[in-house]
């Protein structure tokens, strides 16, 4: 395969670019309620499931939701939503090697994110590390309306591109969402660390200076 295949790379940004340590996020919201994380876990799931991430609400019907069901568990001061994005975005920090990696890629390639995220972390991120400098579409699930390994998302970065799936590369860490780029007919690689997607890319005929 030569590199005149590939015409788009797609990035996931968590665990791809982008670090973070959700367990020490959600202890920073139980620890602020004074309760378990035992007891957590079902809030934890009750919110996941009111489609933040989806765009179905947005930060202020999230963060009520959040204060609702700690309250259900004690006598808790209500989170602020300038808490709320301190807690929410604690821990999130820029993989500086791929951030420089991608900056090589995009003098040559084109670019696309598509990302599984939510209001909160989305600005916080582009305005922390810029993350949108690194691309030309920004393909986010809370703006679309699907989230990844649904098959609607990948089929926007088609409509966007206008482009082949054969003539695309997806690179994402979670083996659901590289099965579902896959399902569409897009070439895959199930990021692990750096070292090993510049080993890809040469696979793919991709050049990384």
Request: proline share 1%; glycine share 6%; aromatic share 12%.
């Amino acid at each position: 395969m030569n590199q005149h295949d590939i015409k788009l790379i797609v990035f996931d940004m968590g665990h791809v670019f982008v670090d973070f340590e959700w367990e020490t996020v959600c202890q920073g919201f139980y620890s602020r309620a004074g309760i378990t994380k035992e007891q957590f876990q079902p809030i934890l799931k009750h919110v996941g499931s009111l489609g933040y991430e989806s765009g179905h609400i947005d930060t202020s019907i999230f963060l009520k939701a959040i204060n609702e069901q700690m309250a259900n568990h004690g006598d808790m001061q209500t989170i602020g939503e300038e808490e709320f994005h301190q807690l929410w975005n604690a821990t999130f920090r820029e993989n500086i090697e791929m951030a420089n990696l991608m900056e090589e890629l995009r003098k040559q390639h084109k670019l696309y994110l598509l990302s599984n995220t939510n209001e909160s972390h989305w600005q916080y991120l582009d305005q922390t590390f810029k993350v949108s400098r690194h691309f030309e579409e920004l393909i986010l699930s809370y703006k679309v309306g699907h989230i990844k390994p649904q098959h609607e998302i990948y089929q926007e970065v088609l409509r966007r591109s206008n482009l082949a799936a054969q003539h695309c590369l997806f690179i994402d860490d979670l083996e659901p969402n590289i099965a579902a780029g896959s399902a569409v007919g897009m070439n895959v690689v199930h990021f692990k660390d750096i070292s090993d997607l510049q080993s890809r890319f040469e696979h793919f005929g991709i050049s990384t200076n």
